[in-house]
């Protein structure tokens, strides 16, 4: 079974910036799609940002020119970068596939402050 963890989280203010890291224990992002996802307190949990196994991408409305996802398969790694933050981006950040297939992980904690 492949491990994967994300790091990164934090606390920032509005307009801040954080990226973070969904690490895994072997190559896995040539095989599928993969994605970021965020839940914020008291709603449900919601597609980021996907990049296709070819390393096409595409994020959500909401954070379209602010947020990139990326992949480094050297190191086995998927990273979000997060520009101008908001607020309402306050979240638990998580990684999976872009079908949500595996089980969650612990995530990350994302909270910006206005």
């Known amino acids: 079974q492949v491990q994967v963890v994300e790091s990164g989280g934090g606390f920032v203010q509005a307009g801040g910036s954080l990226r973070l890291s969904c690490a895994a224990s072997?190559?896995?992002?040539?095989?599928?799609?993969w994605a970021w996802y965020r839940q914020a307190p008291g709603k449900q949990r919601e597609l980021v940002a996907t990049?296709?196994?070819?390393?096409?991408?595409n994020v959500e409305d909401s954070v379209k020119g602010r947020f990139t996802i990326s992949t480094d398969r050297a190191k086995n790694t998927m990273y979000l970068q997060m520009n101008d933050l908001k607020p309402e981006d306050t979240a638990v950040y998580y990684c999976?596939?872009?079908?949500?297939?595996?089980?969650w992980g612990q995530g990350t904690q994302v909270t910006v402050s206005s």
């Open positions: 999976n596939t872009a079908t949500a297939s595996r089980q």
């Open positions: 990049i296709s196994r070819l390393g096409s991408t």
């Open positions: 072997r190559s896995i992002f040539a095989i599928t799609a």
